[in-house]
């Protein structure tokens, strides 16, 4: 149980372009996603929390309108990357909540990796 | 904010020995506090967790310590073994599972 999925697992895409990810929980409902980025050799750092039917909040640092958060329904969440350059190259991690589980964890997809050209 | 600091950086053990990595954090106001393990080009993995209201977990070869006056928690791994090798990463949250602050992470290589 608490399976988290993410869709691509992997992308290239030209600077300027948009690029959306996926961020499914598929055996729970998850009110609240995380998405972090990761740079190699780093630790996670959590770019905005998104709630079910509710606008997200984001990090201090963090373009809103760069990196557009949807969570739509209790089971996914996406971010779009809009306008891409090769600065926003990185590892994208999405987590998510099971609220229903007497459990305060998050559960980790298994990340995104973007390459901008 | 938050900070977690992590200790060491990188770790090697032979296989068979145990392996231990400390976390410190600066907000008493923290409450949970998960361990993950990251395996290259994958997401992290949960292996164990403790609240605040707990000193101590165990779950088969993997142990957790709390010590909240001095606000610092440690990862104990038994009976190391290959597949154990992997970046550790301890996390703290202030309002149980939100808002997570992570440590930068432990490199554990266990040798065969």
């Known amino acids: 149980g608490a399976v988290v999925s993410q869709h691509p697992s992997w992308v290239i895409c030209k600077s300027g372009t948009s690029v959306k990810i996926e961020c499914r929980s598929l055996?729970?409902?998850?009110?609240?996603m995380f998405w972090y980025r990761q740079f190699p050799k780093q630790s996670l750092m959590l770019m905005a929390t998104?709630?079910?039917?509710?606008?997200?909040?984001?990090e201090q640092g963090v373009e809103k309108d760069k990196f557009l958060i949807n969570h739509a329904s209790l089971t996914l969440s996406t971010l779009t990357v809009t306008s891409a350059h090769p600065e926003d190259s990185s590892f994208y991690i999405c987590?998510?909540?099971?609220?229903?589980?007497?459990?305060?964890?998050?559960?980790f997809g298994p990340g995104t990796r973007l390459t901008v050209l | 904010g938050e900070n977690v600091e992590q200790h060491p950086s990188t770790l090697s053990v032979q296989e068979g020995d145990s392996a231990v990595i400390k976390c410190t954090y600066s907000?008493?106001?923290?409450?949970?506090f998960p361990w993950y393990k990251q395996e290259l080009g994958k997401g992290p993995q949960l292996i164990i967790d403790?609240?605040?209201?707990?000193g101590e977990k165990k779950d088969q070869r993997i142990a957790v310590t709390l010590n909240k006056t001095a606000k610092h928690f440690s990862l104990h791994i038994t009976e190391t073994q290959p597949e154990d090798s992997a970046v550790y990463f301890c996390?703290?949250?202030?309002?149980?599972?939100?808002?997570?602050?992570f440590g930068p992470g432990t490199r554990l290589s266990v040798l065969p």
């Open positions: 987590s998510a909540r099971d609220f229903t589980r007497s459990t305060d964890t998050q559960y």
């Open positions: 996390a703290a949250s202030i309002s149980y599972g939100q808002n997570f602050v």
């Open positions: 907000d008493s106001a923290s409450n949970y």
């Open positions: 998104s709630n079910e039917g509710s606008k997200a909040t984001y």
């Open positions: 403790i609240r605040s209201n707990v």
């Open positions: 055996d729970f409902q998850a009110t609240t």
